[in-house]
């Protein structure tokens, strides 16, 4: 064969294979999502999850391609969640989104998602900016924890003004108040608790704290916690700032087995749960972090980083890296 024959024949070949590559590429009929969950029974992280089976339902009925949704639970164990994120990537998962156990080690995962190329959106619980600055395909997606707590204090400090007799419930020029706080290590816990209790006194709420303790996000601890208080300060607590609405619920519990009625309890997240105490009325109010909107763009990035596409416009990221959910403020009205 002449060397220009031979010549010919390899061009074609090269010609060949960039098309049908680019044929595979616009034929991508389905992306693989592995989602690992810090905890299963959270019900905030569970409201969050029912979203994005939603949103993905959707995705795949309006661009026509299919979206397989593999869900785990890392049950509050980061060693779990490491062999989880092993397995979704041996299982050829085209993103990770993952809710870290332990936002201050998330560098396994970074680390495993490096090698295998395998881009990873991170969401509600955040990882150290060191470890979110290791690569450029690493994303967070979240709520502004300081906007949050501020709206929480907001919602106390209106009340104020309008009806001071609503919040100073004993009428001794005093508001005393009990906090009930998440996770120490969580930004969410530590911010909430800071900005929520200052944007009280920078309101001119006269507060003054009775107690404050960790109950982890959980109903039934901030219950146990709520009942101690009961006891200790008898006819003493007037307003509950929790950190989140199942505490909220848990130390609305406490307060129905003691009988008393009519206590300003305020949380955060709007859960379902939340909602409907919040209707009627044994939650004072809560801020809502936009499910659908939250839901949707954990979706949405992770098909876009899956299909190596732009993420839509209406999700706009800080640092090309921060996508943060819009929330509002949610109280009773009798
Ligand atoms: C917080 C939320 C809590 C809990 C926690 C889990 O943002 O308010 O209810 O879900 O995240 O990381």
């Known amino acids: 064969m002449s060397g220009k024959k031979l010549f010919f024949i390899l061009f ?10 680019t044929h595979k590429e616009e034929q991508k009929a389905s992306i693989r999502i592995g989602i690992s969950l810090y905890r299963g029974d959270d019900t905030f992280i569970n409201n969050i999850c029912s979203v994005v089976e939603e949103k993905a339902k959707e995705y795949e009925r309006e661009n026509g391609i ?6 785990q639970d890392a049950k509050g164990n980061q060693n779990t969640q490491n062999n989880q994120v092993e397995r979704f990537i ?26 295998a190329e395998v881009p990873v959106v991170f969401f509600n619980r955040q990882p150290v900016e060191e470890d979110m600055n290791r690569w450029d395909r690493l994303y967070y997606i979240g709520v502004d924890a300081k906007e949050t707590a501020v709206f929480q204090g907001k919602m106390i400090v209106d009340l104020y003004q309008k009806r001071p007799e609503a919040v100073d419930r004993n ?8 906090i009930l706080e998440g996770e120490t290590s969580h930004q969410d816990s530590l911010i909430r608790t800071e900005w929520s209790i200052q944007t009280l006194k920078n309101g001119g709420v006269p507060i003054e704290k009775i107690a404050g303790g960790i109950a982890n996000w959980e109903r039934s601890q901030a219950s146990a916690l709520m009942e101690q208080w009961i006891h200790a300060y008898p006819d003493t607590i007037e307003l509950v700032v929790s950190n989140n609405d199942d505490m909220a619920l848990g130390a609305i519990d406490a307060l129905e087995r003691a009988g008393i009625d009519g206590m300003n309890v305020v949380g955060i997240d709007g859960t379902t749960p939340g909602l409907e105490a919040l209707e009627n009325g044994k939650l004072l109010g809560t801020v809502s972090a936009n499910k659908e909107i939250y839901g949707s763009a954990i979706m949405e990035l992770a098909a876009s980083c899956a299909l190596e596409k732009e993420l839509p416009e209406e999700y706009p990221l800080e640092n090309g890296t921060y996508y943060w959910t819009p929330q509002e403020i949610l109280i009773h009205e009798d």
Request: hydrophobic content about 45%; glycine content about 4%; aromatic content about 2%.
């Open 90 to 115: 041996s299982l050829d998962c085209d993103v990770l989104c993952i809710n870290p156990v332990d936002r201050m080690d998330a560098s396994v995962i970074i680390d495993r998602a490096m090698t």
């Open 12 to 21: 074609l070949c090269v010609i060949l294979t960039s098309c049908q590559n």
């Open 66 to 71: 299919k979206v397989i949704l593999d869900i």
């Open 171 to 178: 009428g001794d020029g005093v508001v005393s108040y009990v």
